[in-house]
Structure formats: structure tokens, C-alpha cells
């Protein structure tokens, strides 16, 4: 099999990114050489590549779909929002410019090459690449200058498939009204649709999907049921709205609040406790959930001063801090470390200059240009216990262990253990930070460790009255498995004979052209 497919959505969250790490993992069981690709991503959830790149982790999860480390390439623009009108443009893994939305449709003519010189690459390397789509390929006042749905469809000769979300209503319409809104030359690579999240009697489905066959003279190549928990590693928090696995609560249950900041990033770095047994995980702004939780988990921010002076608008930089006097149990990762600490000196993300943290951690934070981008391995010393992680940041972390020697000893304050590492990397570099039950890391992804994350759980459990019992899988196995029942979801509903003969033929010749006009189905 050799050639290529872009899988484009009706809106956000439709479910490209499921299909095509699900066509990934299908063709892979076939011994298709795979790859992902999506041209330009808008996410603040990421990871580091084996070389030093930062890319979506959508495309990363879709590397593993396929069964090749992720690299470069397969996300060559990431666009990380760092406040309400300002974007990071990430180009081929390296931070490239800081931008607004109308000077980033500027900026296109440069990066159109470096899409199609990456999608290129990538087609000579593997027998198969799968491209995803952003946001709706409908954006008509975006079209001129599109780089990712049907700008890059055109210019590369895709066929392309629609796939829309039933479960948020109105699915015929947003499939027929998509292909509407495009041109006569755009429609022509629309190949056909896929139909995400069915629940139901398919019978009363089909008399629909036939209509919308004649009206469009595009076939519906499946119906992919809705299935129950499962999730996979995703773009934006638009996804903390929909349902998510939980643990039933009990005596025993481990109760963890991870604070919801405006800005949040990488928080799929809790993931990996949401798979746990006993461990129910909520993500919140409320005071009272961070009062009560078990463990509260203060994650990254790619906008820090700005959601510090939320934490304190809302009552909530009180409560952590309260909290931690306590000798309650805080996690800190990353840009939720240095909100943690002493101090932050910002003349870059935000041009604030010093601002006061909330001052649990002994850490000050200067922001630099470059950013840090690595992966890291390592022993936690405290827990006695291997860990790994990556680091994607600016802030430079120093310690201040004499501040927190005199603070230790003032009268009426809990007496807690002298500050440590937290972890120590396999070149002998510490990282993060201890006081008594607050921790602080700059390493995303330590959570998916497995010894790391039972050891800590049980850590929580024990300062809080609790029993934890760790589950018997592995995290890593979890999501191998999930990625196994998006390969079972496209081998099962999806005509692999038609989806076959998209990639490998070239775009279908004499798909017609559609208007608004409808008449209502008759079944």
C-alpha cells in the first residue's frame, strides 16, 4: 500500500484525531509503514521527541498508533496560545515566533514550504501518511491562507474524509453544510464521511446516510460506535468537558482536585492517575475541592503571571497555601512548580517583570528566550523509586535553601524536613523540590511512570488516613490497549476496502458539486 489521506472534522473535537490514530494503528497490524502528520496544530498539550523537538501530543499518540517514534515532521507548525491574543508559533520543533492572530496569517507565506517540505519527507520515508485536519475545513474566512485542511489538501493531491461527531446533535447538517460552504475545487477532494460516537439502532440511522449519499454523491464509509471510558491523549481542554473514567467513591477512595488554570498545558499529565483504581480525579477552580482533596495537583501554564493572579483573585492561592501549612499534600509540574515558589522574574511570556509566588516551595523562577526541551530518566531519592519525564520551558528554577533553613525554625510554624531534591537524573542533575507533602517538578509525564506514580499515591494515602492499592497494569499498557480498540473500531465499522482504495488511488474523479438546497428525508 503506499499513499496518503487527510481526515478532516466538521468542527473541534469531532474525533480527527481518534480516526486517524485508529487508521494508524490498522494499517500498522497490515505491516504498513505509517506516519502521521497534521500541518499545523493549535494546543497546548505537547511532548519532546527523542531528538529535542516539541510537538502536539496528539500526533505524538498517533506516532505510538503507528509504531515509530514521533519526530518533527509529523507537526511541523504547533501554535501554543499565551494569553488571549497572543500565540507561541512552534516550527519544526523549535520555538520560531511570538504571535497575534492576524500577524500569524502573515506569517503563512513562510511556513507554507516548511508544511509541504515536511509532508514530502514523510511520504518518501513511509508507505502510508495519515493527515489530519484543524478545527472545520469550513473556515471560510481563514480559507485564503490555509495550511492544514483543504489548502493542504489541494496542494498535496489528498482525498479527504469528513468525520462528524452525532453525539453533539445535528450531524447531518454539519456534514452536508461543511461540504456546502466549500468551493467546487475543495469539494472535489472530499472523498466521503465517517460517522463518530453512535449509540442506538443503526436501522434509523441509515434511511439519513442514504439520503445524504444522494444528496451529496459522497458515500458514509462507517459508523463508529460510541464507546464507553474510552479516551486518548487530546489537544485541547475543550476535551475536560466531555466524560471521563472515574473511580467509584468509597472509604478508601483517593480524592485528587488538579487546578483548572485559564492557561493550563500538558495536562494530560494526569492521565495516568484517572487510570488508577480507588483514584478519583477532578479538575476544578473550586476553593472547597482543594480544601478537601486528598492530593491537590497544580499543573503547567503556558501563561504563569497571568494565572497567578488568577489563583489569587479567586481565593484559590489562599487555599494552596493553607494547604500546604497543613502539611497537605500538593504536586506541582512545571509551570504549577513555580507558581509554588518564592518568586517569578518575567521580562519574556509576559513583559511583568518580578511578581511574589505563593511562596511553598523555596524556588524563585527566571524566564528565558530559549526554551529547555529534553527528555529525562532518573531515580526520585525520597521515594526510592525510578522516573522519567521531559521538560519543555523557559523558567529557570533556583533553590533557596537557607530561606527555607530560617523559615523551618520560626515559632508557631510546623516543623517539616529540610528541602531536597526531588529527583535526580541519570547524569547526576537534580530537579524539583520537596517540603514535607509539597513537591514540585519541571518534568512532565512523571505520573505515567508507574513505580513513581504507586509510590507517591501511597505517599498521599498515608498522610491522609487512607489505603491505596495500585493497580496491576501498567499505564503504558493502558494506552496500548486503547489504542488497540481505535484499531478494532476502524477494522469493525469502516469499510477497509473503500478506505484502502482512497489512500492508495488518487483523488475520485467526477464527485459532484453541492448547494444548500435540501428536501427533508423521507424514510
Known amino acids: 500500500m503506499k499513499g496518503a489521506l487527510l481526515i478532516c472534522g466538521t468542527q473541534s473535537d469531532a474525533g480527527k484525531s481518534v480516526v486517524t490514530a485508529g487508521i494508524c494503528r490498522w494499517l500498522r497490524r497490515m505491516g504498513v509503514s505509517v506516519a502521521p502528520f497534521k500541518a499545523q496544530n493549535m494546543a497546548l498539550n505537547s511532548v519532546v521527541t527523542p531528538d529535542g523537538c516539541e510537538i502536539g501530543r496528539s500526533q505524538a499518540v498517533q506516532a505510538q498508533a503507528a509504531g515509530v517514534e514521533p519526530e518533527a515532521a509529523m507537526n511541523p507548525i504547533l501554535i501554543k496560545p499565551s494569553g488571549e491574543r497572543h500565540s507561541q508559533v512552534i516550527v519544526m520543533g523549535k520555538p520560531y515566533a511570538d504571535a497575534s492572530a492576524r500577524s500569524y496569517q502573515e506569517l503563512k507565506h513562510e511556513l507554507r514550504p516548511i508544511v509541504a517540505d515536511a509532508l514530502a519527507d514523510l511520504r518518501a520515508r513511509f508507505d502510508v501518511v495519515v493527515c489530519e485536519g484543524a478545527g472545520s475545513p469550513a473556515e471560510i474566512n481563514l480559507r485564503h491562507a ?28 454539519s ?3 461543511t461540504l456546502a460552504l466549500l468551493d467546487a475545487a475543495d469539494q472535489a477532494h472530499v472523498a466521503g464521511f465517517v460517522v463518530n460516537k453512535f449509540r442506538g439502532d443503526r436501522s434509523i440511522l441509515d434511511p439519513g446516510l442514504a439520503q445524504l449519499h444522494e444528496l451529496t454523491g459522497r458515500p458514509t464509509l462507517g459508523v463508529l460506535p460510541h464507546v464507553e471510558d474510552l479516551w486518548m491523549d487530546v489537544e485541547d481542554s475543550l476535551a475536560l468537558d466531555a466524560p471521563r473514567p472515574e473511580a467509584p467513591a468509597g472509604a478508601d477512595t483517593l480524592d485528587v482536585a488538579v487546578i483548572r488554570l485559564r492557561w493550563m498545558s500538558n495536562f494530560t499529565d494526569i492521565d495516568a492517575l484517572s487510570g488508577e483504581p480507588g483514584v478519583r480525579v477532578r479538575f476544578t477552580r473550586s476553593v472547597a475541592d482543594v480544601q478537601r482533596a486528598d492530593l491537590v495537583v497544580v499543573p503547567g501554564t503556558k501563561a504563569t503571571v497571568e494565572d497567578l493572579a488568577r489563583l489569587r483573585s479567586s481565593g484559590l492561592a489562599d487555599a494552596l497555601q493553607a494547604r500546604a501549612g497543613a502539611g497537605d499534600p500538593i504536586l506541582g509540574i512545571c509551570g504549577g512548580y513555580q507558581l509554588l515558589g518564592e518568586r517569578i522574574v518575567d521580562d519574556f511570556e509576559s513583559g511583568d517583570g518580578e511578581v511574589a509566588g505563593l511562596g511553598v516551595l523555596p524556588v524563585s523562577t527566571r524566564f528565558a528566550a530559549d526554551k ?12 526510592d523509586t525510578s522516573v522519567g519525564g521531559y521538560e519543555i520551558r523557559h523558567g529557570r528554577i533556583e533553590r533557596h535553601e537557607d530561606d ?6 520560626q515559632q508557631g510554624r510546623q516543623r517539616r524536613e529540610p528541602d531536597q531534591s526531588l529527583f535526580v537524573d541519570d547524569d547526576g542533575e537534580p530537579d524539583g523540590c520537596r517540603v514535607g507533602s509539597v513537591i514540585g ?7 505515567e511512570h508507574d513505580a513513581f506514580r504507586h509510590a507517591l499515591l501511597g505517599h498521599v494515602a498515608g498522610v491522609r488516613g487512607r489505603r491505596f492499592v495500585p493497580g496491576t497494569s501498567s499505564f503504558a499498557a493502558a494506552r496500548e490497549a486503547r489504542l488497540d480498540v481505535l484499531g478494532d473500531l476502524v477494522e469493525d465499522h469502516l469499510d477497509t476496502k473503500q478506505l484502502t482504495e482512497l489512500i492508495e488511488g488518487d483523488v475520485p474523479a467526477g464527485l459532484p458539486s453541492v448547494t444548500a438546497e435540501v428536501r427533508p428525508c423521507v424514510s
Do not use: Q
Not at 377 to 382: D, F, I, T
Open 146 to 173: 490555509d495550511l492544514t485542511n483543504m489548502g493542504l489538501a489541494r496542494a498535496a493531491g489528498l482525498p479527504v474524509l469528513l468525520v462528524a461527531d452525532i453525539d453533539r446533535g445535528g450531524m447531518f447538517a
Open 175 to 177: 456534514l452536508f453544510g
Open 372 to 383: 529547555l526541551l529534553r527528555r529525562r530518566g532518573g531515580h526520585c531519592p525520597w521515594l
Open 404 to 409: 527555607l533553613h530560617a523559615a523551618n525554625g
Open 441 to 447: 517538578t519541571s518534568w512532565h509525564g512523571v505520573l
